[in-house]
């Protein structure tokens, strides 16, 4: 027989803390405090396993649950001597949630169960208080009601006060035993009136009608949007836990709170939390009653702190405050209730914090002794570190919201609305702030988006063309922000009501995705001590590399200062969209004659010669991957009127001539056309200015810098062997002629960018001609699952709610299908070629998860956007301890 119940407290503990993928954080937390004599009211857990086959069974429950919760009902009954239902001495329960991960305040609680109008009774006259009898009836038809019947909570509340305004009192507490009767009277009348049911007398259809309600929760529209931001998945269930209540609204030496081992927002070790007397839970959190400080330290003029109001329960939570912690060795949440002065832990758990908290946590833990330097590693989420890496919005600040996108890049910024990139840096050059507001993006408006503080689109999802440039760029992004209406000919953007103008400021806030009316202010990144070494730490225990994605200095001093090992995707597309260049860019393209066309080249190759020289200067010898032009040719076309004919006045061509060799060199779908190595082959002057200005620049950096520089020369969109030999023939020419000229030695590695599933599948040939492997892993998963980025956002959402795809494909890798590609094309790759040096650039770089993956498959290095590079290393090192721990195991 399957067993779908397991008892805790009293005498009988079957659970233990390692079980809480079965009994939940909560349930496993209850067994393991009963078991080391903790003072824990007995009680049950139904498992994680019942809410599987709940949903699976169209909700309904296994044929024998219901004789083991009977039998563990008479467990609770034994252990605290009372009986459910009984008349005289009724035991009463509640009925919690508890997923096998920390969802605070995401699922439905039911407190008091068990209560109708003759159980009320024979707890007046147990506990000698009707008035606390009453109270806690009234509160379990207004709980139960509402989480059970569907009936909206606020209108209990508004009964609730109308009663107090009538009364003339204050507070609930005010309330006499009597006119609680009158209540519970009113509330059943609202329950009947609302559902068109009574509201239910018999104890046990309460508390299967409570189970059903927690169930329930587990797919309500929070708790799923919890686990979609927190990457918990739907099948893991929830787990129910059944246990006697014990009342900290009995008087005024009762209480109930909540408190943290440690403060959870800036992790110093003082105990920290909040308290009520003569109170229930739910007061805590409702926010109806204003809460208490624990300790006398951290109460102000007027408080009454829990030290001074119930010293005997407070220090007997101070002791174990300490036994918990040291148990448990983490910062621990504690919920409790005192009843007639008599401390009752109900709930420890593994406390939400700050990433600043988590560091310093971790830090001083380890420092402690408490944990070890690795399990310190092991403790930071680090995607949280973007908390740290990024100015964030002051959560004192009042702000409206106006529209919510994609969280597209961190951070917070606020400026004047621009529509162009042309008019950010016209205003940027005025020391304005101002944010570029686009429908979506082009890789013409990179140099608009690097001036301006931050960027909105309303298309495009988290890896779309906005999205990516602008965390490689560091700049804040919101993306795909559906509820904005942009009308580029009236300057507008409509929102949430407001009609905003050119010129009206806004606030994006990268990290949840909201924008906001107005100037929200600001608090800069504080990188503490603790900062620095925890990332010590972690780099001590990584195997893999990490690099960053950088086309500018400023990109790749940011890169190196949150400690980048070199650069794994220099993208040099991205250089020729300033104004000064873009104009030869299209010349070049556009021409036929061969003199005009040497004549833009030209001007371009010393842009480039300074790109790359500015580049190797500031990494000073760490490696560094330039990717030769890649974009589709389709992009540098000049699209209006106005662009054409700059281009045949700088020609000095005939328009019509110029028109129709635009519209020729269109494609329709340009990211499947004319562009990387076909380009090179098609062109190859293109790429031969290239790597002329690479083997130039290398030579005179290596001069500057006093260390040899060795490029790294990558060449992209290769699907075949036989394009590559051709492309690294012609590049190998082009580096000798260099070579002969300046009379000097140069080192270098010409290799390719694997992002088609062909050259995935054929990768033991492409080695042959590569010397190096970079997985671009963007447009692999494009290419491989038939997807654009950009345009699949409008359908991805869904995917991912109806579980279709685990995630996003483009945030984090498709293990099965991409990562099978970069699997086969690693094994392949060094079965030519063994110890071949490979390396991914996609924006899956900085993904934890995705690197976890690339720590397993062998890759040397990951390269992400100088922002991610310490989430990079951090997730690195995870990934190599957690390695190793599966090796040992």
């Given at each position: ?41 007995a009680?049950?857990?139904i ?31 034994q252990?605290?001597?009372?009986g ?10 509640s ?17 008091n ?41 606020h209108?209990?509340e508004?009964i ?6 009538a ?11 009597e ?33 059903g ?17 927190h ?27 909540v ?23 739910e ?18 003029d ?11 329960a ?64 092991l ?68 140099h608009?988006?690097h ?36 009308d ?18 806004i606030?994006l ?8 009316l ?12 603790d ?13 893999l590399?990490?690099r960053?994605?950088a ?30 260049r ?6 070049m393209?556009?021409?036929e ?23 190797f ?5 760490l490696?560094v991957?330039?990717?030769l ?7 540098f ?8 004919a700059?281009?045949a ?23 499947l056309?004319h562009?990387?190595?076909r380009?090179?082959?098609t ?10 200005a ?13 260390k ?11 699907a ?6 051709r492309?690294?023939?012609a ?5 000798k002629?260099?070579?002969a ?9 010409i ?21 190096f492997f ?12 038939g ?27 498709d293990?099965?299908g991409?990562g ?9 790759g ?19 998860d ?40």
């Amino acid at each position: 027989m399957v067993q779908w119940v397991y008892c805790f407290g009293g005498t009988r503990n079957e659970g233990r803390a390692e079980m809480r993928n079965l009994l939940g954080g909560k349930g496993a937390n209850l067994a393991e405090m009963a078991s080391i004599g903790l003072p824990v009211p007995a009680g049950f857990t139904i498992t994680t396993e019942v809410c599987t086959a709940y949903y699976k069974n169209a909700c309904a429950y296994p044929d024998d649950l219901k004789a083991q919760v009977e039998n563990a009902l008479r467990h609770i009954e034994q252990a605290i001597g009372m009986g459910f239902g009984d008349k005289k001495n009724p035991l009463l329960v509640s009925v919690r949630s508890g997923a096998r991960v920390s969802m605070p305040g995401m699922m439905d609680t039911v407190l008091n169960l068990g209560l109708n109008d003759e159980t009320v009774e024979g707890l007046a006259n147990s506990s000698g208080d009707p008035r606390f009898a009453w109270d806690s009836y009234r509160r379990f038809i207004q709980m139960y009601g509402s989480v059970v019947m569907g009936v909206p909570h606020h209108r209990f509340e508004d009964i609730l006060e109308e009663a107090k305004h009538a009364l003339r009192v204050q507070d609930d507490t005010e309330i006499t035993a009597e006119q609680l009767r009158v209540l519970v009277k009113d509330y059943r009348a609202l329950v009947l009136g609302e559902t068109g049911k009574e509201f239910p007398t018999d104890p046990h259809v309460q508390l299967w009608g409570a189970i059903g309600a927690v169930f329930g929760s587990w797919m309500n529209p929070r708790a799923s949007t919890y686990r979609k931001l927190h990457d918990i998945p739907a099948e893991w269930g929830t787990a129910v836990s059944v246990q006697a209540m014990v009342f900290g609204n009995m008087g005024d030496d009762c209480a109930t709170g909540v408190c943290f081992t440690r403060d959870p927002s800036t992790g110093e070790n003082v105990f920290y939390g909040e308290y009520l007397v003569n109170a229930q839970g739910e007061d805590v959190v409702a926010g109806i009653r204003t809460p208490q400080p624990m300790a006398i330290a951290r109460a102000e003029d007027g408080q009454k702190p829990m030290e001074t109001v119930l010293p005997e329960a407070y220090a007997e939570l101070s002791r174990i405050r300490s036994l918990l912690e040291g148990h448990y060795r983490d910062m621990q949440d504690i919920e409790f209730t005192v009843q007639k002065n008599v401390l009752y832990i109900l709930q420890t758990r593994s406390g939400k914090r700050t990433a600043a908290a988590a560091l310093k946590v971790a830090i001083d833990m380890a420092h402690e002794g408490l944990i070890t330097q690795e399990e310190a590693i092991l403790r930071v989420p680090p995607s949280s570190l973007n908390q740290l890496l990024h100015p964030a919005l002051d959560p004192k600040a009042e702000r409206t919201q106006l529209a919510r996108g994609l969280p597209a890049s961190p951070g917070a910024a606020a400026g004047a609305i621009v529509f162009t990139a042309e008019d950010v840096e016209t205003h940027a050059a005025r020391d304005e702030d101002v944010i570029l507001v686009r429908i979506e993006t082009s890789p013409e408006d990179v140099h608009g988006m690097h001036a301006a503080k931050g960027v909105l689109t309303t298309r495009g999802g988290m890896t779309s063309h906005a999205a990516v440039v602008a965390r490689g760029m560091g700049r804040v992004c919101v993306a795909g922000a559906g509820g904005i209406q942009v009308d580029y000919k009236a300057k507008t953007v409509t929102a949430g009501g407001h009609v905003l103008k050119e010129g009206d400021w806004i606030t994006l806030d990268g990290g949840t995705g909201s924008v906001y009316l107005g100037r929200v202010a600001t608090i800069p990144p504080v990188l503490s001590g603790d900062f620095a070494t925890l990332m010590g730490w972690a780099d001590d225990a990584r195997r893999l590399r990490v690099r960053a994605n950088a086309e500018t200095i400023a990109d790749a001093e940011t890169a190196l200062s949150f400690g980048a090992e070199g650069i794994g995707l220099a993208r040099t597309e991205h250089m020729f969209f300033a104004p000064e260049r873009i104009g030869h860019v299209r010349q070049m393209i556009m021409t036929e004659n061969p003199a005009l066309r040497a004549r833009a080249i030209e001007a371009l190759q010393q842009f480039q010669r300074d790109d790359f020289i500015g580049l190797f200067r500031t990494m000073a010898g760490l490696p560094v991957t330039i990717r030769l032009l890649d974009p589709p040719l389709h992009e540098f076309l000049p699209h209006g009127e106005n662009e054409l004919a700059d281009v045949a006045a700088a020609l000095g061509e005939n328009i019509e001539v110029l028109r129709a060799r635009r519209d020729a060199l269109s494609e329709s779908n340009p990211m499947l056309g004319h562009r990387g190595c076909r380009l090179g082959i098609t062109a190859p002057e293109i790429y031969a200015m290239q790597v002329r200005a690479i083997a130039q620049a290398a030579i005179r950096a290596a001069e500057i810098v006093g260390k040899p520089i060795v490029p790294e020369i990558m060449i992209p969109l290769v699907a075949t062997e036989e394009e590559l030999k051709r492309t690294r023939a012609a590049a190998e020419e082009t580096i000798k002629a260099v070579i002969a000229e300046e009379g000097v030695e140069l080192k270098y590695d010409i290799g390719t960018m694997i992002e088609l599933p062909r050259a995935a599948l054929t990768a033991e040939h492409i080695a042959h001609e590569a010397d190096f492997f970079s997985f671009g892993t963007n447009d692999l998963t494009q290419t491989t699952l038939g997807l654009s980025r950009d345009d699949a956002a409008s359908f991805l959402p869904l995917y991912v709610e109806k579980g279709i795809l685990p995630r996003d494909p483009f945030v984090s890798i498709d293990q099965e299908g991409v990562g099978a590609l970069v699997r086969m094309g690693v094994t392949k790759g060094r079965t030519t070629r063994p110890g071949m040096k490979m390396g991914i650039c996609g924006e899956h770089g900085g993904d934890p998860d995705s690197i976890a993956f690339f720590e397993s498959i062998g890759l040397d290095y990951v390269s992400c956007s100088p922002f991610r590079v310490p989430v990079a290393r951090l997730a690195a090192a995870q990934a190599a301890l957690q390695k190793r721990e599966k090796t040992i195991a």
